[in-house]
């Protein structure tokens, strides 16, 4: 029997709404729109549309604010950090509420829900001719195999990072190309007398240490798990990305500063000292670089092994299996990827467009060096493991990296002993 997501068994929390003002005004809902009601016709407008998501503060809700004008629902957001909204949402869905319309979503949680039957399904809901105006790249945070469960809001990839200043106090004047160079670099920049360090990764938490083996699996074009469970990391591939993970530690070139780094703000504060040379990250570090103004900060691909790879990160929004709203949901979402919002977007919040048309604007790829560095680096995306056994299985997992990292087993040794314990919590799910 496949095995359901965690159910909370407590009281059901009762979500802080904050409510926002409308107009009442006409909207022509998009098509496809009608399928997901199964009505012939449009249905009632609802009085409002709950979203629930964490914390957002790209500007996102000003495009959600426009659509309430259109529309005349209102729509009530209410944020709170990752764990919360999971423990939440998974209460709601658990109950069969109708209380959710829509739910931010990541990969982890779409696989974990949309596999449980949480979500609504919309592939059927668009077009042919829509589906193929979305970056796969992007799509990639609201599908789970064969199934599509909501819209991505913003594309994000990961960007390789380049303190020019320690590159060409060391004698270099370009990034590094591929991994040789990278690690020749790494190694010149590194003095610990002098609290300076090669490369710094995030080492600080499980996610973390899964983001950043899978940086280095991007880089041999794979991912660790396949869509169909089969364990890639303890594959050629996969051994050979965790070696080159160790001989980062062993060569000591790793900043000891990244087994404290449990999130994107903590990496980009240290790389802000400018006692790092390269690290990956994701896009909002180069606007901070410019900020501080204490060194010139490059974005180059990521050094190739056998691609110039880089990992998928984007977020999105789905819709709930049990929203009696769907259509309107399903409106709203179309709303904030339209090709016109999201131009506006990606202007204003620097983050990366989710349509492929907008983002080979000119005018889009001018906004910043970030935005023209993620769609060279968007040729070569690898997708984030994602599977609903997701946060039994990733703690293992992590552990075992880290146990190679810390050279207390070998590399091939520490992913077979992780194999051994993960295989059984897949069986579980099937």
């Known amino acids: 029997m496949k095995k359901k997501c965690m159910v909370i068994c407590s009281v059901i929390l009762a979500f802080a709404m904050t409510a926002c003002g409308a107009a009442p005004a006409t909207s022509t809902p998009t098509s496809g729109a009608q399928a ?21 503060a790209t500007g996102l809700w000003d495009y959600v604010k426009e659509w309430e004008e259109k529309t005349g629902i209102r729509v009530e957001i209410s944020e709170m950090d990752l764990g919360a909204l999971q423990t939440q949402a998974t209460t709601y869905f658990a109950a069969q509420s109708p209380d959710i319309d829509l739910v931010y979503t990541y990969v982890a949680l779409t696989a974990e829900w949309g596999s449980a039957g949480y979500l609504e399904e919309i592939s059927s809901y ?6 193929s105006q979305f970056s796969q790249g992007a799509l990639n945070c609201v599908r789970y195999k064969e199934g599509v469960y909501g819209l991505p809001y913003f594309y994000s990839i990961r960007l390789f990072y380049n303190n020019m200043d320690l590159l060409r106090e060391k004698g270099f004047e370009e990034p590094p190309k591929n991994w040789d160079e990278f690690m020749k670099i790494a190694k010149a920049c590194t003095d610990p007398s002098k609290d300076q360090y090669g490369v710094l990764m995030g ?20 991912t660790i798990i396949s869509a169909d469970n089969e364990l890639l990391f303890t594959n050629e591939k996969g051994v050979a990305a965790l070696e080159d993970f160790v001989e980062l530690q ?8 990244s087994y404290g780094v449990s999130s994107g703000p903590d990496r980009r504060a240290r790389f802000l000292t400018g006692n790092v040379a390269m690290a990956w990250e994701w896009a909002p570090l180069m606007a901070e670089i410019k900020a501080e103004g204490t060194f010139e900060g490059a974005i180059s691909l990521t050094p190739e092994i056998e691609v110039s790879g880089a990992l998928t990160g984007s977020e999105g929004l789905a819709v709930s299996k049990f929203s009696n709203n769907k259509y309107w949901a399903l409106d ?19 983050w990366f467009p989710v349509k492929t048309k907008v983002f080979e604007d000119e005018e889009i790829l001018k906004v910043s060096a970030s935005m023209q560095a993620a769609k060279a680096q968007a040729e070569h995306p690898t997708f984030r493991w994602a599977a609903p056994y997701y946060s039994e299985a990733m703690p293992t997992l992590a552990d075992n990296i880290l146990q190679a990292l810390n050279e207390k087993v070998p590399a091939q040794q520490a992913l077979e002993t992780a194999a051994e314990k993960i295989e059984p919590i897949i069986r579980s799910y099937q």
């Open 36 to 56: 997901i009601s199964g009505a012939s016709t449009i249905p009632e407008k609802p009085e409002k549309l709950t979203l629930v998501s964490v914390a957002n």
């Open 250 to 257: 062993t060569s000591g070139v790793l900043d000891p500063a």
């Open 203 to 222: 080492l600080g938490n499980n996610e973390a240490v899964m983001i950043a083996y899978q940086d280095i699996c991007a880089l041999y074009d794979q």
């Open 332 to 350: 709203l979402l179309k709303y904030l990827t339209s090709d016109d919002v999201q131009t506006r977007y990606a202007k204003t919040s620097g």
């Open 126 to 131: 668009l077009t042919e001719e829509e589906w």
